[in-house]
């Protein structure tokens, strides 16, 4: 072997090496447990006046704790219960008239409407057969509109009202409850809408939508009016909603797919696949960190990880639980299993 083949075939085994087998930053990632709660076994603790109240709802409890998980308030579902950071509803099978509570348990206005309540931020949609409606904590009506057909995907945002409908249709609605945008997607053998998303800043909106072919596609507003940028057609077809968000910095899109996450950069127009097989709960993007944690459900429990854009998995905790919750704030983790609160801590070192 000449020195150029036997130099050139070094590189190449040299730079497999690289990319099979990284370099290791030495660093590992470890979940610290800090505080763990039983909630059939608490009662509230006297109420915090800390600021950063987290909400959770579980099996048949719901309420608020502080970040190091004391519990400020306490209770036990009715029907269902819709919650924020701020407020919650519990509502009976049939609600008719609607108590909006703040964190702690006090009233703050009454709704006087059938139909069933969605907290999202300062925003309450009530959704019916026939109708939807927008209304403030306060109680105060935004806007009533007739529906025509079964609303499959909801996103409330500070201006608008993101609705996907089961006949194909997107539309957004400002807070006068005028329709500022409609969209069908078409394109597919059933058309049905099955996600749609907005980011906060309203610059972008994501679509999941059709079968046969189901698609992803990505409006973008321009001078006022939303255009299709990217579409793409997905190799795995859900027949239910499907869960998707922008990220807090609008820069990512997640959505589910059958092995794991798909992360979908807004501004590359590039979509990954991270996690594993499950049904997406939650993803948190740590931007200072380049990281992702995500919950991920299956029949038996949740599936927590930690990992990087380039899908290597820094921590794996797997843990049993029919009713799941995860919440996360800065280097706080906060998991739900059915009736126990777990508060972990990430130490890296």
Known sequence: MGKKSFFATLFLILLLIFFLFP???GKEHFLVPERIINLDKTSSDAYSDELGQVSFALDNYFGYFTDELEVTYLEEKKYNVTIS???????????????????????RSIIETTGYPVIQGDRIAILSDSFISLYDLDGHLYWKKEILSIVTSLAITDDHVLIGYLDGYCELISM??????????????IEAVYSAAISSDGQYITVISGLDPQRLILLQNRKGEY???????LENEYRRSINMY???????????????????????KKVTNVGDSGNLKKIYKDVNRNLYSLLLSDNTGGILKILTPENKILLHKQFNGKTLLFKKRDDRYYIGSDNLLMYLKLVIR
């Open 176 to 189: 006068s409850g005028y329709t500022e945008f409609s969209f069908r997607p078409g394109g597919s053998r």
């Open 85 to 107: 950071d701020s407020t919650f509803i519990n509502y009976p099978k049939i609600p008719e008239i609607l108590d909006v509570q703040n964190m702690k348990g006090e009233g």
């Open 227 to 233: 255009k299709p940028v990217f579409h793409k057609e």
């Open 23 to 25: 370099q290791s930053t």
């Open 246 to 268: 922008f990220s807090q910095d609008n820069t990512m899109v997640f959505f589910e797919n059958f092995e794991g996450v798909n992360l979908f950069d807004v501004n590359t």
